[in-house]
């Protein structure tokens, strides 16, 4: 059973940066999907960003795109997310996630009902 743990949240000033982390443990297969969502009120669930494991690839939202950066530190089973320039429209939950990918090369789903395991979330606010 994997279990994610994140922290890193909080109130900053537009144009201002946040690093959001995501502790693991309970890794059972050799290949995960990890991603960062989000959830702002009102609205529907959407992934930011997504790492394979063991692959170094990466993919982000557009909104993500050029100012974030999804990474992870494999020796301390963290994942991150550095935030820069954010917006007021980055206001949200934000939750690290987990799925086992079937093999090295198989694609990250980017819906969040496909992914097995959830982190407990972090709040972001972003004030203009």
């Known amino acids: 059973q994997v279990q994610l743990v994140e922290s890193g949240g909080g109130s900053v000033q537009a144009g201002g940066s946040l690093r959001l982390s995501c502790v693991a443990s309970?890794?059972?297969?050799?290949?995960?999907?990890m991603a960062w969502f989000r959830q702002a009120p009102g609205k529907k669930r959407e992934e930011v960003a997504v790492?394979?494991?063991?692959?170094?690839?990466?993919d982000y939202a557009d909104s993500a795109k050029g100012r974030f950066t999804i990474s992870q530190d494999s020796a301390k089973n963290t994942l991150y997310l550095e935030m820069n320039s954010l917006k007021p429209e980055d206001t949200a939950m934000y939750s690290c996630a987990a799925v086992p990918r079937i093999n090295f090369y198989s694609v990250c789903p980017a819906d969040a009902a496909s992914y097995d395991y959830w982190g407990q979330g972090t709040q972001v606010t972003v004030s203009s």
């Open positions: 790492l394979y494991t063991g692959r170094y690839l990466t």
């Open positions: 309970g890794y059972t297969s050799r290949h995960y999907c």
